[in-house]
């Protein structure tokens, strides 16, 4: 799930901005989209973390055969 803000009509961050609005809120999973919208991600947990992590270690174990 995510929420997007379209900051376009009040402000317009910049890549400094963005850091900096980062920094001070390290508890969200915040995202900048090339259109200057501000996306908010919710944080991954249950069936979609568990589909994740088996992925990630699908990844891991095919990187570990070609080695």
Do not use: H
């Not at 259109?35 to 990187?63: F, H, K, R, T, Y």
């Amino acid at each position: 799930m995510r929420t997007v803000l379209d900051l376009k009509p009040l402000i317009t961050l910049t890549k400094e901005d963005f850091y900096q609005l980062c920094q001070v809120n390290p508890e969200v999973s915040l995202e900048l989209s090339r259109n200057g919208e501000l996306i908010i991600m919710s944080p991954v947990g249950g069936e979609s973390g568990n589909q994740e992590a088996n992925l990630i270690a699908d990844v891991i174990n095919w990187n570990r055969k070609l080695s």
